[in-house]
């Protein structure tokens, strides 16, 4: 086990072996401290200290099974400057009856992550503080702990791939301060899986502005059916390759899902499988159709995708889209792509005017994000801690 000293460039390492242990002065400096252990540490002599230091942790990671959390009990009342608290376990057993307090009170928490299934009702959050929270959704049962967000204001909802109805009779969940929204099914099976449709429709979300959905598998695009809404940003990631059921569309139902998103400002596209000349004309043209998706975008970001399609088409519809419609429509302002495009004869020369007006970024932006993601800035360092 480690802890760093954030504001410090030196860290303050205990040691601990069997019988004895060494603590190096901790000060009152703000802590960032990760604990990590495959066994039941609840009568570890290290908790004790972990209870010295309570007041100076700001960024805590936990990854012990559940069981153990009830021994960090010396720690309750004592987390002033915790911010950032991160709960982690394989182990899905809590005995009945029994709480879990050691964080309910910590006036400083904002952000809470706790990837667990089956997140236990036992472990008592201060949920009415929290601004951002992390939370996996596996089945009907976990959807009740979505209530406890009714504060938040962006969260970040996983699921196994299990859930696959909404509960007769349940009605929306109603989240009105939620404006930032990430949904990510985990199901690496080739087959559609429609956990993230369930999650959305069990959601009453009027002020929701950015929308990222992450799919292991083929996509189900949830519906989006209250109208108008107020999604500006909208952002569909696809990680496996595979075709699955449909083989036309990278995203299956996505036009559908552009179609109710009438005030869409910014749309990226992320996906493993390239992007074809199909998938490029549900992005259309403005002066095509007067029926035609997105009127008012204008960013698109393309940079996490492939191009396997016909140049001269993309081209078009970035043209179209350049154009605009003074009264209606919006021009498309910035692309992002990952790599310039390999063009020549007539089309060369229209991209080329285009390029003149239109800022064009290439580069895969997928790696910045992914690396603020994995490696917020709370939590820069990883330390763990075996009680072996």
Request: hydrophobic share 40%.
């Amino acid at each position: 086990m480690a802890i760093n000293h954030c504001e410090l460039p030196r860290t303050v390492v205990i040691h601990v072996t069997g019988q004895c242990h060494r603590v190096a002065g901790s000060q009152s400096f703000p802590l960032t401290l990760s604990l990590w252990s495959p066994s039941d540490v609840s009568q570890h002599p290290i908790l004790a200290l972990i209870s010295i230091h309570a007041s100076a942790l700001k960024n805590l990671r936990i990854h012990v099974p559940i069981r153990s959390l009830g021994a960090f009990s010396g720690c309750r009342g004592r987390l002033d400057r915790l911010e950032h608290l991160i709960l982690e376990s394989n182990d899905e057993t809590l005995p009945e009856g029994r709480a879990i307090n050691a964080f309910e009170y910590a006036p400083k928490l904002r952000i809470f992550t706790a990837p667990i299934r089956h997140f236990p009702r036992a472990v008592e959050m201060p949920w009415f503080q929290l601004s951002h929270c992390s939370l996996r959704i596996d089945d009907e049962q976990d959807l009740p702990l979505l209530e406890r967000l009714d504060n938040v204001k962006s969260a970040d909802i996983r699921s196994g791939g299990n859930l696959l109805r909404v509960p007769q009779g349940h009605q929306p969940i109603h989240l009105p301060r939620l404006t930032s929204l990430a949904l990510t099914s985990q199901n690496p099976a080739a087959t559609p899986s429609p956990d993230i449709r369930v999650i959305f429709a069990s959601l009453s979300l009027p002020n929701l502005v950015d929308l990222h959905i992450t799919y292991f598998a083929v996509p189900v695009i949830p519906h989006i059916s209250i109208q108008p809404n107020v999604i500006t940003k909208l952002e569909p990631t696809r990680i496996s390759s595979a075709a699955g059921g449909n083989q036309k569309y990278t995203f299956p139902g996505l036009l559908t899902l552009l179609n109710t998103v009438t005030n869409l400002r910014c749309l990226a596209l992320n996906s493993a499988r390239a992007l074809s000349s199909d998938d490029i004309s549900l992005l259309g043209g403005i002066s095509s159709s007067e029926n035609m998706p997105l009127r008012h975008l204008r960013v698109l970001d393309l940079s996490g995708c492939k191009l396997h399609c016909d140049y001269s088409s993309f081209v078009e519809m970035v043209r179209a889209r350049r154009q605009g419609d003074h009264s209606e429509c919006d021009q498309l302002e910035t692309l992002y792509l990952a790599t310039a495009l390999e063009l020549d004869g007539p089309t060369a020369e229209i991209w080329s005017n285009l390029d003149n007006r239109l800022n064009v970024v290439y580069g895969d932006g997928r790696l910045l994000r992914t690396f603020l993601v994995c490696f917020p800035t709370a939590l820069t360092s990883m330390y763990y801690f075996s009680p072996h």
